[in-house]
């Protein structure tokens, strides 16, 4: 009996030395002075967007970005951190400081490179989701005219909603009623509940709707545009973007991109941003 806690101290000095030993094996390029907290990677992530982003019946956060930046920070030699938070908030938190990466599928726009280093990494376009059964008969963006559409706010796609409408008004036709809401998954539920009669988001989520049966995609492809990951440091974004590439050469990227039937840019990532 007086041997355990001799062989039990042992047993804790070799997991401690074995993991000192794998973290000094396993150094980050990426400098702490480019890190919010050393060895961590803290990402923004707003889980309103299944399969890419979302929050399972267990509350884990879940999606194809989620693992896509999981491996990201392994590569890194970092701790993967994530940060649950609404996209309008996204862009002021990275600019203060409060996390080092967006990963929430941000479009990419020459506007958005002149204030953050991004990193275009997947295609994506915009859908419309209508009730189940399609009953407004919606097989055109004109069909939009006169109704209301749910969509969340200060981002790309209400950006888009705004430029469907104009369409329609340059054209003499009533335009449509469009509500903003903090997120993709209030706009869904603003259509269950008949609070709006479409509602517009990205074409991954309006196919995985679709795919569940609770509501019918009727417009899909619609403003087709990359998007990618964003940071403010330059440092930081030159060694995800190895990180990337590295995995394009190993086929672990289009491995994950198969699973979740996303398309992936063509070519290598690279940095596009501020002094880029």
Do not use: H
């Amino acid at each position: 009996m007086k041997l355990l806690p001799a062989l039990t101290s042992a047993t804790v000095l070799f997991i401690l030395g074995t993991g000192l030993a794998n973290a000094q094996a396993c150094k980050s390029p990426v400098p702490d002075s480019a890190l919010v907290k050393k060895g961590t990677l803290i990402m923004s992530v707003n889980p309103t967007l299944p399969p890419m982003q979302f929050v399972d019946q267990t509350g884990a956060l879940k999606g194809m970005r989620v693992e896509l930046g999981e491996a990201i920070a392994k590569r890194l030699c970092l701790t993967p951190e994530y940060v649950r938070i609404e996209f309008s908030a996204m862009i002021p938190g990275l600019q203060a400081g409060r996390w080092d990466v967006i990963n929430t599928g941000i479009f990419y726009t020459d506007e958005r490179a002149k204030l953050m280093q991004m990193l275009p990494y997947e295609d994506q376009a915009i859908s419309i989701s209508t009730a189940k059964g399609n009953p407004l008969k919606i097989t055109k963006p004109d069909d939009l005219s006169g109704k209301s559409i749910g969509v969340e706010i200060g981002g790309f796609e209400e950006r888009k909603a705004r430029e469907l409408d104009k369409q329609l008004t340059d054209k003499g036709m009533k335009g449509m009623t469009i509500r903003t809401f903090e997120n993709f998954a209030m706009a869904f539920q603003a259509l269950r509940a008949g609070q709006v009669e479409v509602a517009l988001s990205i074409d991954s989520t309006g196919a995985e709707y679709q795919k569940r049966g609770d509501f019918d995609r009727v417009l899909n492809g619609l403003f087709p545009t990359p998007v990618a990951l964003a940071a403010k440091n330059k440092d930081l974004s030159v060694a995800m973007a190895k990180a990337l590439n590295d995995m394009k050469a190993d086929g672990s990227f289009q491995k994950l991109f198969d699973q979740y039937g996303v398309k992936a840019i063509d070519g290598a990532v690279v940095v596009k941003g501020p002094a880029s």
